[in-house]
């Protein structure tokens, strides 16, 4: 897939196509790049700040979901 495939910078690939590679900091603030996770499902979580009530109860969210992501053996990756 080229860049123009993908559309411009910030638009969503069209439906049925991979995503572009990115890099992109952790919430532990380890670089995470698209190409490392590729081959298992996937759940990109992104959020501004670890300390906002509405950040910290989507997070908690996620956790409590885990179980059902784990049935179809999706990985949960965080970004802040």
Do not use: N
């Not at 995503?19 to 900091?25: E, G, H, I, N, S």
């Not at 952790?26 to 996937?42: A, H, I, N, Q, W």
């Not at 501004?48 to 949960?76: I, K, N």
């Amino acid at each position: 897939m080229t860049r123009a495939d993908a559309g411009s910078a910030g638009q969503a690939p069209p439906a049925g196509h991979p995503a572009p590679d990115f890099t992109l900091p952790s919430s532990v603030g380890d670089p995470v790049t698209l190409k490392e996770l590729r081959g298992r499902p996937v759940i990109l979580a992104f959020y501004p700040s670890d300390w906002s009530p509405t950040c910290s109860d989507q997070m908690s969210l996620y956790q409590d979901v885990a179980p059902e992501l784990g049935r179809f053996d999706a990985h949960l990756r965080s970004s802040a």
